[in-house]
């Protein structure tokens, strides 16, 4: 799973996901293991990881990421395998317009899932 085509593919995966609020197809991008940290949540395993997204949609039913660029590494010293790093807007889709600039860095285990999201806004 080093080759970076195949991380900035599986980011792509995640994101579309995301974007279709699909628990599903996101569970498959996922490992079991899975942890996700950003400004408001910190969790760990799948089940967990699904459920804060769902709450995320269910608080924000009209949230969009718009992926602006991923750049694909071979090794994350965190947990050994690829990593990507992902700047992204975050549409809220709300009154006020709200447009949050975000960066994830995102790990991957070397069976091809998501190991981790960590969330860094500005």
Not at 28 to 52: F, H, M, R, Y
Not at 95 to 102: E, F, I, R
């Amino acid at each position: 799973m080093a080759d970076s085509d195949a991380v900035t593919a599986l980011v792509d995966a995640y994101f579309s996901a995301w974007n279709a609020q699909d628990a599903a197809k996101l569970r498959e991008c996922l490992d079991e293991n899975v942890s996700l940290t950003d400004w408001d949540v910190a969790v760990s395993g799948i089940d967990a990881v699904v459920e804060a997204n769902q709450g995320i949609w269910k608080a924000v039913p009209a949230i969009r990421i718009v992926v602006k660029n991923v750049v694909a590494g071979r090794d994350s010293r965190a947990f050994g395998g690829p990593v990507a790093t992902c700047e992204i807007s975050v549409e809220l889709n709300d009154d006020a317009k709200t447009v949050l600039t975000v960066v994830d860095v995102i790990d991957v285990s070397n069976q091809g899932k998501i190991k981790s999201v960590r969330a860094y806004k500005q």
